[in-house]
């Protein structure tokens, strides 16, 4: 049941979209506008700036156009304006031009122009499109599969502390690709991008802890690194200490806890695979619990927020509300 395991590979598939990627322009006047919901000045604002050239006020125009919030989406449009600020280097139109490309979000999908436009904006070293043009080379995807070239681009992410390199890398490592199977160093880039705060990471070092493999058999390590991607929200941390807590592993059993968690799990319904794998162990504890048991685990589990801090592991159970924590994982350098 410990056996590290990878979830599918996921290609980064998504348009730079929220205020904060809005490049600061020579009248932040559109910007204060579009955070308080006033769109048509935030349109008016820009498109002054836009049509004299301004690449930050193209761009900010493209992703006000491609807001549902904002009663204008014109994805058309709002690629037009990507495609002039592009043009000028910017390198967030770019990535946004790219994935428009390869989405087909307001133009024919087109990956040979998508590519292009990706490989514009990582030659600025923009970390994103540098992953994403690793991710592409690694699955393949709409273009050849090339480990070596996907190493390099993952590589150059990861020198900006881009999480999601990381442990792409710790994959391909783990899985061969491009390179002999080396699970300690499969481990020292899931740590790096564990502690850069990305959940993925930290339940997967977290097996590798409960496993031995690249690192040192340590369960005290594992159940804190998924007591981190739990608070995120992680599903599969969830899964895992149910097990921990099932299984024992060298701790106590605590049925009742692996049942919060399961259904912890259960309600997160990010993963339908796991989502069942977490109904059905929840299914094989509740035959051997007591009913007032598993009313108290339910309990737990219906107040438990996203985001608090999910139960301790602990030999003994207790209901309480459960509180925020403030700890944050420390970024490295390697």
Known sequence: ????????????????LSASTF??????????AFRQGNYVQAQSEWTALAEAGDANAQFSLGILLLSDKSGLKD?????????????????????????GYRRGVGLEKDMAQAVVWYTKAAEANFAIAQYTLGILHETGDGVPKDYALAIKWLQLATDQQYAEANFALARMHALGEGTDVNMRLAGLYAGYAAQQGYAPAQTYLATLYLSGQGVPRDSTQAISWLMKAAQQGHARAYVWLGNICNDGNGLPVDTTRAYVYYTLAEKLDVDKELQGSASRFKFGLALRMKPEDIQKATQFANNWIVGTQPPLYAPTYAIKKPQPDAAKPAAVSK
Do not use: Y
């Not at 049941?1 to 730079?16: D, G, R």
């Not at 490049?23 to 559109?30: E, F, P, R, S, Y």
């Open 23 to 32: 490049a600061q322009v020579k009248n932040d006047a559109g910007t204060e």
């Open 75 to 99: 994805e058309k449009v709002a690629m037009e304006w990507f495609a002039k600020a592009a043009a000028l280097g910017n390198t967030k139109a770019q990535f946004n031009l790219a994935e």
């Open 1 to 16: 049941m410990f056996k590290p395991v990878f979830t599918a590979v996921l290609v980064a598939s998504h348009l730079l």
